[in-house]
């Protein structure tokens, strides 16, 4: 299987249903816990990700899908900038819910829906640009996701995947290696009350695919121009590629 493993799960299905379960209940803690935790530099990887889209979301008539939208947040960074409205999807209804009430109290519009990534409820060459925040490392199955995210956007779209990776320094991976697998999942279940989710949160980055794997999967699922950088030393790495 080629996608997330949770401790226990034997399919794809289950994957999924786990994944999506585990985000129903730390959605009300979600946003506390992800700024806490990240000493709020979750914000700065959003906003950086969106300055490497400038020239794609500059167009007004562009379609902008942010894909596993969560609670909102890089939706919300997108309308910003572009100061027009994005879409946002997610299968988890409760993290969608959160959202929807962040997005409302902005004012600009955006719509939010809720559906799978691997099964977007879009027409082929649909979209501009095709967004996704530390949602890609939960999907069951990494190459239908990036199939799908190919075939949703139009010749020329930008896809932009924010995600978890592996620090190339060995001291400092060891360093943030003992953060996340040692105070992360203490520090995390005491904040969103799920000890569970932030077991799974170093579990799922150790198992993902390293930066310059994901760009091969990338260059495979027929993406061009495929290019990545790390931010805050590797502990996330941001993948562009164009169709
Ligand atoms: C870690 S959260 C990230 C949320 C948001 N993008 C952010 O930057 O904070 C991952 C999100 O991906 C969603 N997700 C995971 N697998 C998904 C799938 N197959 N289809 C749709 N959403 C999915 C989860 O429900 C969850 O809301």
Excluded at 144 to 158: A, D, H, N, Q, Y
Aim: overall charge positive.
């Amino acid at each position: 299987m080629k996608g997330t493993t949770p401790e226990g799960v034997r399919s794809e299905r289950e994957a999924a249903a786990w994944v999506q379960g585990m985000f129903a209940r730390v959605a009300p803690r979600y946003d506390l816990a992800n700024h806490l935790l990240s000493f709020n530099i979750d914000r700065y990887w959003r906003a950086h990700t969106v300055r490497r889209l400038r020239d794609a979301l500059a167009d007004p008539a562009a379609r902008v899908l942010d894909i596993c939208c969560g609670t909102g947040d890089l939706v919300q960074a997108l309308e910003n900038a572009r100061r027009a409205p994005v879409l946002g999807s997610d299968f988890c209804h409760p993290m969608l819910v959160a959202a929807r009430r962040k997005i409302e109290r902005s004012g600009k519009g955006s719509p939010v829906f809720e559906s799978d990534a691997l099964h977007l409820p879009l027409g082929d060459a649909t979209l501009d640009v095709i967004t996704v925040a530390f949602g890609f490392r939960n999907l069951a199955n990494y190459e239908s996701g990036l199939r799908e995210m190919w075939r949703v956007l139009k010749p020329g779209g930008t896809a932009a995947i924010l995600e978890f990776s592996q620090p190339p320094n060995r001291v400092f991976a060891a360093l943030y290696n003992f953060y996340s697998r040692r105070i992360l999942p203490i520090l995390g279940g005491a904040i969103s009350g799920n000890r569970d989710a932030y077991t799974y949160l170093p579990e799922s980055v150790r198992k993902f695919p390293n930066a310059e794997d994901l760009a091969a999967d990338m260059r495979r699922a027929g993406f061009g121009r495929v290019s990545y950088e790390f931010l805050t030393g590797g502990i996330v790495a941001l993948h562009l590629g164009r169709k």
